[in-house]
């Protein structure tokens, strides 16, 4: 089932109080231009449902609040290759030979899927499951929203080469702290609260580290603060300050 130019639902702040665990970290003018984003969102791009499951507003509000707050400090236009969301109830599976988990190996067995970013002006797949579980519980930095749109982002450029578009000084600050990083990963050293799929590649590696900046900011900036401090350079927010200006830092955040 598809769903175009459906707004913001009449009780879409009980919706976003009730799953969306970021809401309460943010003030009235965030919370203000997060209910704009995600109504453009909504009515923007084409919504669709996918094996026979059925989109309702409380699916297309909790992934398009999730999706918005990436952009929360950017542009509508950060979306423009965002051409649907295609929602699965859960995680499909992918089948044949692909990179493995180590880098130089590969692998033919099957893998579930929990999202997915094609290409340039494609759409992006979600599995809803996951975007819920992600919506409710940021402290265990694993968000399948976070994660595809953020591969958006770093397509923008052309590539999916781990580097959002960026100015020509930006860019080589941020080459330099996230190949050091990603480059341990790689080794099979840990860099906590990074997940070790950051290894894969340098896309993957934004991906993560998108990730554990919104869902894990306070740990993310103890334990990686040049690397908290480009990812904040360029999402122009600092997700740590909201958690420690409403909570306090090392409190959970995650609904029950």
């Not at 450029?157 to 020509?168: M, S, T």
């Amino acid at each position: 089932m598809r769903f175009r130019r459906q707004g913001l639902p009449d009780d879409t702040e009980r919706l976003i109080e009730g799953y969306i665990s970021h809401w309460r970290h943010l003030d009235v003018g965030e919370q203000d231009r997060l209910l704009a984003l995600t109504d453009w969102l909504l009515r923007r791009k084409h919504w669709e449902a996918a094996r026979a499951f059925r989109l309702d507003d409380t699916i297309r509000v909790v992934i398009a609040v999730q999706a918005a707050l990436l952009i929360l400090g950017l542009s509508t236009d950060h979306y423009r290759f965002v051409s649907a969301v295609i929602v699965h109830p859960s995680a499909t599976v992918a089948r044949g030979e692909r990179a493995g988990p180590v880098p130089g190996t590969v692998t033919d067995g099957i893998i579930p899927i929990h999202g997915l970013a094609q290409g340039r002006s494609g759409p992006v797949v979600i599995a809803w499951d996951q975007a819920l579980a992600g919506a409710r519980h940021p402290e265990r930095g694993h968000n399948v929203v976070f994660h595809e749109f953020a591969h958006k982002l770093d397509m923008l450029d052309g590539d999916a080469d781990g580097a959002p578009p960026l100015g020509r000084a930006q860019l080589r600050k941020w080459e330099q702290i996230c190949t050091a990083v990603f480059d341990d990963l790689q080794a099979g050293r840990p860099r906590p609260p990074l997940r070790p799929y950051g290894s894969v590649n340098r896309a993957e590696f934004f991906a993560v580290a998108t990730e554990a900046f919104f869902d894990q900011p306070v740990e993310l900036a103890t334990r990686e603060p040049d690397l908290y401090q480009v990812l904040a350079d360029f999402y122009r927010q600092d997700p740590g300050a909201r958690v420690q200006r409403g909570r306090g830092p090392g409190s959970s955040t995650g609904l029950r």
